[in-house]
């Protein structure tokens, strides 16, 4: 799994691919958390080129989800393939994620 | 004493649960041993043939005996009577639309008096207490017993009594019970589970009933699933076939294609349980 962060104006954006699971879920976690603890919470996951998410993949987005929500700030989705966006409506995070089609509009979703 | 490495469970889905043998024939083939096995409802039939040995191709033409579309065809007139005139007649809990003859007889020739002890692989099978609406998980006793439990499926089969509780299918307390798996210690869960097809047409009352029963239990997969995967302290694999033709409850002429696609989804998640397998603990390892 690779990590990349970016920042987009107000909103940081990491571009994850790969797979997210019980092996990677720990780095994933903890960029993600070190972000929100560095302030930066309106946080938009790029999941264009994820391959795969497990429980322990749908853990760190919970974890992310409350830590980035607790902040005043929040947690949103890009791009999902259609395999990974059975796992999300599965486990019914796309009831609680907001999820974009495209990564502009994303991003563009975050208010300031 | 060590904790199971690979669990399975089968959810409920009638004919679609034969796409577990793929599953199985997966796992067989790359020498992954299942180490605990549970099963609900249609999956109930397989997570047992599993359990007490039989081979892919074994497991597939027995269910492929058991399971046909006459095991419904006789339609309890006595039953449909006493719903009209329950007064009249006496209506009792122990209500089902269609004889139960048939189904109880292939159950006893596909599993005759095995008992859970008979089991190669540790068995678990639920069903839901028709009087509290708990979950029941069946784990001792004759296994045809605990597979017409989990198998009573409302108004078509009458509930079925297990060690003195009275029970209706499993998927009415949850369709994919990867909760006994977990309170069993697994590690890795490969949880195979399907939903229920939207009805295309709502052409009569029953169509209209299962409508609503395919709303209820498509909702609790999704809240059973989540709640489990978070809850779990490793891994739940889930593995849920996208069938390539519409399936219907007893399109058994389907099973060949059932289990090719059922291996083919679980051919998907191998590299990750590899990998995964081989980060597991020694106390857990299979």
């Given at each position: 799994m690779q990590i990349t962060i970016a920042q987009h104006d107000h909103v940081t954006v990491a571009g994850v691919a790969g797979s997210i699971d019980a092996l990677t879920a720990d780095t994933l976690v903890t960029a993600l958390l070190n972000e929100l603890q560095a302030g930066r919470t309106r946080l938009v996951m790029h999941f264009a080129a994820v391959e795969y998410t497990s429980s322990a993949g749908l853990r760190v987005l919970l974890t992310t989800l409350k830590d980035a929500r607790q902040r005043g700030g929040d947690l949103r989705l890009a791009e999902i393939r259609p395999n990974v966006k059975q796992v999300l409506e599965l486990s019914g995070f796309t009831s609680i994620l907001k999820c974009y089609a495209d990564l502009p509009a994303a991003i563009a979703s975050c208010p300031k | 004493m060590n904790a199971p490495g690979v669990a399975l469970v089968i959810g409920a889905g009638g004919v679609k649960c034969a796409a577990s043998i793929g599953l199985q024939r997966c796992l067989n083939h790359e020498k992954i041993p299942i180490d605990l096995v549970v099963g609900c409802s249609?999956?109930?039939?397989?997570?047992?043939?599993?359990?007490l040995g039989h081979d892919p191709a074994s497991a597939a033409?027995?269910?492929?005996?058991?399971?046909?579309r006459d095991v419904t065809a006789a339609t309890?007139?006595?039953?449909?009577?006493?719903?009209?005139f329950p007064k009249l007649l006496g209506f009792t809990e122990r209500f089902g639309l269609k004889k139960d003859a048939l189904v109880n007889a292939r159950l006893k020739e596909g599993f005759g008096d095995a008992t859970f002890a008979d089991c190669?692989?540790?068995?678990?099978?639920?069903?839901?207490?028709?009087?509290?609406?708990e979950q029941v998980t069946i784990s001792e006793g004759r296994i045809a017993d605990a597979v017409r439990a989990s198998i009573a499926v409302p108004f078509a089969f009458a509930p079925w009594e297990v060690n003195g509780r009275l029970c209706v299918d499993g998927f009415l307390s949850d369709p994919l019970p990867v909760g006994v798996a977990i309170r069993e210690g697994a590690h890795v869960i490969i949880a195979m589970g399907f939903e229920s097809p939207n009805q295309e047409r709502i052409t009569s009352g029953g169509r209209f009933a299962f409508q609503l029963s395919t709303i209820m239990t498509n909702n609790l997969l999704k809240a059973s699933f989540a709640f489990h995967g978070l809850a779990h302290h490793s891994e739940v694999i889930a593995v849920i076939p996208q069938f390539s033709q519409r399936i219907r409850l007893f399109d058994t002429e389907k099973i060949p294609l059932l289990i090719d696609e059922g291996e083919a989804a679980m051919r998907e998640q191998l590299p990750y349980l590899r990998r995964l397998l081989m980060s597991v603990p020694a106390t857990h390892s299979a």
């Open positions: - | 249609g999956g109930a039939i397989y997570a047992a043939a599993i359990a033409g027995m269910t492929a005996k058991l399971w046909t309890d007139r006595g039953a449909l009577a006493r719903m009209v190669k692989i540790p068995l678990f099978i639920t069903a839901t207490d028709f009087k509290t609406g």
